[in-house]
């Protein structure tokens, strides 16, 4: 996925408009013509495997043995007849072998909608002349070991708008959004459905390769066309809802229609492929998972995947945290985390630091993910040599340690990420088209919690209502940040796992809402949190969490005369009977008027209150803290989230006391009799400074016989005390993995 200005334009591209009842005729005499083709299949020797690693061609599960990924961009229009002249197959695998690739994306088409390849439906890219470079490059990467995945872009498909204005995404006044972007942007719900099918079927019978990425499958906007109309009006009735509010219903059956209609147009490509080539990988876009409720990637777009890969292009924190998602939700596994080499996507000769790229693809595999870097052609077609030269350095060093990748992870404390959840009820009562569709309260808050987990080392993973049953069993802390839906069956598992002896962590509105965006009387886990709601507020204001005697522990620099300050939502609400009370709210001093300010730069506390604001509750065997407030999106309040993590579960799987750049990670491996522990050095500023004196100190079910570093085996010293393990690791630079080998 490319992301680029949306202000800038494209020029255009010099073809002639085809009209609807042209392209319905070009396309069936297209799809006709495709029994004719000849089948490129037979011609396409496979390479046999290169020593020591098994063959990817035509494997069903090639992703399963290509953990170095490549993709190179080819987003490249055609108004100029230089455009793609230069393009070498050849050049294009020597780079590919350059950088160890051993999956290429291959691009068949792409965001200017053009195909590289004598298409028959849609229109080939002019700089070709009529060259089917696609074939090229398959039979090139297949030489070599090299699995292809042929490349597609979705919505995003400049030509495809050019010629069919009604295809259009368009906003509630009916005009078409961004309309000077350099994408085209159309509609899942128009005709432009059926050309898709047309073309994806055209390449299942053209080509042979092992995989299809279907790119930008998400919706750029919230679509008022008149093919979104008039569905609504057929499964719905009446007209589509123009004001975001997610306490109604009507609003809250739009959301859920756009996730359903996007999961409708992936399965007409995902069943397409799967109807030629049923041993062909797909997968769709993945990077929107994380992402607001207004790309509509949801439940039903993810079950269009036979594994999960995404791009993304954030720092240590976010990197983290949307594997760890990618882990839960995939289908199947290695999920794929991709980055560009370059520093921003504009910056087309940019290259990222050889650190920094090193420090990226060594958090991947301590996250067992595949890592995939994205270059970019140039528009004459030729590829950049230092790219690949780069990556190919990286790659060499971090071979070794892919073999040793791989189990199941070890999670002891479990953040909750709801995908019903992705949006900000900030935004209720604002016109659709001035509402921020990219404001997302609850992924917000729950990155940060992730992030204090990480930096305090704890044995953390995120979690979703897909395997919310599965691994509550094997979790010791639960944190619910700020999960506004809920519905009744993920409440009554919470509630069932705290009841036998799990720990929760909660906060804001959890679970005052249902899926139907209907407001409940009291939280659905009231009972689970002993609090019960007064008055509902997401309004942002500013108030400080004031640490009553219990909580004084929880709370280190903080007491009643100086206590934390919280700028965001905070829950009126009452602890119910039992419960303890750990800290309170105080609020600023009133103002009836903006000149009646206690300190000119400041709000100080001022009227301390009785109204709860962190609640520790003991239900059944297990513990519940709910915070009123976002307590863990405040900074200087890290401590006091991990003083109550800690106060809910004190004993972890592993304990790391270094800094706080340094992330750990535990995978289990039974079948091996081992575990598998890696630390990364991810810092802000690279390149790294080495870590030393690392204290590792493992808490683990079965005795541990040995612990060597991997890959080469050496022994550390280790020592025993009271059920644990403990050793000190070598010098951190990077990436350190080691075997804890267990019997």
């Known amino acids: 996925m490319s992301v680029v200005n949306p202000q800038e334009s494209c020029p255009r591209d010099g073809h002639a408009p085809v009209s609807r009842r042209d392209f319905l005729t070009r396309t069936t005499a297209g799809v006709t013509a495709l029994a004719a083709l000849p089948a490129l299949s037979s011609r396409l020797v496979a390479a046999p495997a290169a020593l020591g690693e098994p063959n990817r061609i035509g494997n069903p599960r090639w992703y399963e043995h290509a953990w170095r990924r490549a993709v190179i961009d080819m987003h490249i229009p055609d108004w100029d007849e230089k455009f793609l002249s230069q393009f070498n197959a050849d050049e294009y695998v020597e780079r590919l072998v350059t950088s160890r690739a051993q999956s290429i994306v291959c691009y068949a088409q792409s965001h200017v909608g053009l195909f590289n390849y004598p298409t028959k439906i849609g229109q080939q890219h002019r700089g070709l002349k009529g060259r089917d470079i696609v074939a090229e490059m398959i039979e090139r990467c297949h030489r070599h070991n090299i699995a292809v995945v042929l490349y597609v872009s979705l919505i995003f498909d400049r030509w495809a708008s050019d010629q069919h204005a009604d295809w259009r995404i368009t906003n509630a006044t009916g005009q078409p959004i961004n309309p000077t972007s350099r994408h085209g942007l159309v509609c899942p719900n128009s005709p432009y459905r059926e050309y898709v099918r047309a073309w994806v079927r055209e390449m299942c019978e053209r080509f042979a390769f092992e995989g299809l990425r279907f790119d930008m499958t998400f919706w750029p906007g919230v679509c008022y066309c008149g093919y979104c109309r008039k569905r609504w009006a057929d499964e719905v009735g009446g007209e589509m809802p123009t004001t975001v509010n997610w306490l109604d219903e009507r609003w809250v059956t739009l959301a859920r229609k756009r996730e359903e209609w996007l999961g409708d147009f992936a399965a007409i490509c995902t069943r397409t492929v799967k109807q030629l080539k049923p041993n062909t990988s797909v997968e769709h876009q993945a990077s929107t998972y994380p992402r607001s409720w207004g790309h509509g990637a949801s439940w039903p777009l993810l079950a269009q995947n036979d594994f999960l890969q995404g791009d993304f292009y954030g720092d240590a924190l976010q990197g983290s945290f949307v594997r760890k998602m990618l882990e839960d939700l995939t289908v199947r596994r290695p999920f794929g985390y991709e980055t560009s080499f370059s520093v921003e996507l504009r910056d087309h000769t940019g290259k990222k630091s050889e650190p920094l790229l090193e420090a990226k693809a060594s958090a991947g595999i301590a996250d067992a993910a595949a890592f995939i870097f994205i270059d970019a052609i140039d528009p004459v077609g030729t590829v950049n040599p230092h790219a690949h030269g780069r990556m190919g350095r990286i790659f060499d060093r971090l071979k070794p340690y892919y073999a040793h990748v791989g189990g199941e992870r070890v999670a002891d404390v479990a953040v909750y990420y709801s995908l019903d959840s992705k949006f900000d009820m900030r935004q209720n009562g604002k016109p659709v088209m001035q509402a921020d569709t990219t404001a997302d309260t609850h992924t917000a808050s729950s990155m940060l919690a992730a992030r204090w987990l990480m930096a305090d080392h704890l044995p953390f993973g995120v979690i979703t209502k897909k395997s919310l049953a599965a691994k509550l069993a094997r979790t010791r802390v639960l944190v619910l940040s700020n999960v506004h839906f809920m519905d009744p069956d993920e409440a009554a598992t919470i509630r069932d796992w705290v009841r036998a002896g ?16 209907q407001l409940q009387a009291d939280f659905l886990l009231g009972d689970v949190f002993g609090a019960s709601i007064g008055k509902p507020d997401w309004t942002e204001h500013e108030h400080y969490i004031a640490p009553a005697a219990a909580g004084r522990d929880a709370f280190p620099g903080w007491d009643t005369k100086y206590p934390a300050y919280v700028r965001g939502p905070g829950m009126d609400v009452r602890a119910r009977s039992g419960a303890t ?21 400041s709000n100080p506390p001022w009227l301390p209150t009785e109204q709860p604001e962190v609640i520790l509750n003991q239900f059944g065997k297990g513990r519940v803290i709910y915070c009123a407030s976002l307590l863990e999106t405040v900074e200087g309040l890290a401590p006091t989230f991990i003083n109550l993590i800690r106060l809910l579960h004190k004993d972890y799987s592993f304990e790391v006391t270094t800094h706080s750049a340094v992330e750990a990670t535990l995978f289990h491996q039974p079948d091996r009799s081992r575990y598998v522990l890696s630390l990364v050095n991810f810092q802000k500023d690279m390149p790294n400074l080495p870590v030393d004196g690392i204290a590792v100190t493992l808490r683990l079910p079965s005795r541990v016989k040995s612990v060597k570093l991997l890959p080469d085996g050496k022994a550390l010293k280790t020592r025993e005390h009271r059920g644990t393990v403990s050793f000190t690791a070598p010098r951190l630079d990077t990436l350190l993995m080691c075997a804890v080998n267990v019997g």
């Not at 799990?502 to 965006?517: C, I, K």
């Open 581 to 601: 009370v750990l800290a309170t709210k105080t609020l600023p001093k009133p103002m009836s008027d903006p000149r009646e300010f206690s300190s000119i730069h």
């Open 502 to 517: 799990g720990a929760l962590y909660a906060s804001g509105g959890t679970s005052l809402v249902n899926q139907r965006g």
